[in-house]
């Protein structure tokens, strides 16, 4: 399943949200379960967004990994995975 979706990066004064778009692909499981998902969006946007923000990390904000897991591979034929979750249910 493909699913394109907006990610709200804050409010602007007239109410109105900050956005991004995203894309994401889930590989469904069957009994409403799902094993894989990959998400995407495009580190450009945000980041032009961020800035037209005016956003600023706080101190709070914690740096990436020094070697991040970056592992995508998706279950595919042949292999499987032990983990499934249902929608709305973290995984």
Known sequence: M????????????????WTVPGLSILYYAGDGLFCYEYQMVNAAHINATLK??????NAELKPVPRDPNR???SPGPGRTSSRVWAPGVSA
């Open 52 to 57: 037209k923000m005016g956003w600023r990390p």
């Open 2 to 17: 493909v699913s394109r979706w907006d990610q709200i990066l804050g409010t602007r004064p007239d109410g109105t949200h």
């Open 71 to 73: 592992d995508f591979s």
